[in-house]
């Protein structure tokens, strides 16, 4: 059964920091590319982050830059988001896709872990 587990949310004060997991199984997790989003209710879901099959590839949206960094541990079938200065902006339900496109396409979500980010 494929799942995919997000982890690490919470409430953090402005200008602190959270790491976020996600945790995959019931597939072959080291071959797909792994992005976070993020979404606030009412809005449109936003991107925040990738990374390649091998971690050879990061890119970030440019809101997140200098503050988000994402790494992967393909033995641990596991992807983290280390979020530093969170702002309140920052407030979102966020949300990790593992997306495989070869002779066929896999995308697989997982259910989202809320971040509150508040004094």
């Known amino acids: 059964q494929v799942q995919l587990v997000e982890s690490g949310g919470g409430l953090v004060q402005p200008g602190g920091s959270l790491t976020l997991s996600c945790s995959a199984s019931g597939f072959l997790f080291s071959l797909f590319a792994v992005h976070w989003y993020r979404q606030v209710p009412g809005e449109e879901r936003e991107w925040v982050a990738s990374i390649s099959s091998n971690s050879e590839s990061r890119t970030y949206a440019e809101f997140v830059k200098g503050r988000f960094t994402i790494s992967r541990d393909n033995a641990k079938n596991t992807v983290h988001l280390l979020m530093r200065s969170l702002q309140p902006e920052d407030t979102a339900v966020y949300l990790c896709?593992?997306?495989?496109?070869?002779?066929?396409?896999?995308?697989?979500w997982g259910q989202g872990t809320q971040v509150t980010v508040s004094s």
């Open positions: 896709n593992a997306f495989y496109s070869g002779r066929q396409l896999y995308d697989y």
